[in-house]
């Protein structure tokens, strides 16, 4: 991760002007019960799915927004080329409901940086979709994939139904 730095990547944008930054937009998308919304999109109460770990977690605090390919990988897989505007656009991608994730804190966090082919989520009945995922991802980002990932990406997929993907490049 030569010259990696997490803030070369600008999260947190509110890029319709509602108020809401990345995180909450990511959150209000995927909520199962709804949660209470006050001043400064500042959200409370309410249940998400955190398909990582199989697991309904109550209340937003509980919870992180994964950039399903974190932004270490990205930054080592092309992103270090782009400028800082495509970066701020990787972080805070709401154009491709795979980019980003709410997800356990706790499970965002054994993750952290890893590819495939050294962290898989520990809910084996989402393993298919998140490499799938991953792949859309990666795909639409011009993001490179080194050995060691593809070889995990293809031993996952191996164990997976045919399902067609469907990919729009973000530029």
């Not at 979709?129 to 991802?137: I, S």
Request: include cysteine; glycine fraction near 8%.
């Amino acid at each position: 991760m030569s010259g990696y730095r997490c803030d070369a990547f600008e999260h947190g944008a509110d890029a319709d002007k509602d108020g809401c930054n990345t995180r909450a937009e990511v959150l209000k998308a995927e909520v199962v019960v709804a949660p209470e919304q006050g001043a400064s999109c500042r959200l409370s109460g309410g249940v998400w799915f955190s398909p990582y770990d199989d697991r309904f977690v109550q209340g937003p605090g509980g919870l992180d927004i994964d950039h399903l390919v974190p932004l270490a990988e990205a930054w080592d897989s092309g992103a270090s080329d782009w400028s800082a505007q495509e970066r701020e656009a990787y972080a805070n991608d709401l154009g491709d409901d795979r980019a980003l994730i709410a997800v356990s804190a706790a499970s965002n966090r054994s993750k952290a940086d890893q590819d495939p082919s050294t962290w898989l989520p520990p809910a084996a009945g989402y393993r298919c979709q998140y490499v799938t995922d991953w792949v859309a991802t990666k795909m639409r980002w011009a993001l490179s994939v080194d050995t060691d990932e593809k070889t995990a990406i293809a031993e996952v997929l191996d164990q997976c139904p045919d399902v067609p993907v469907t990919v729009t490049p973000a530029h």
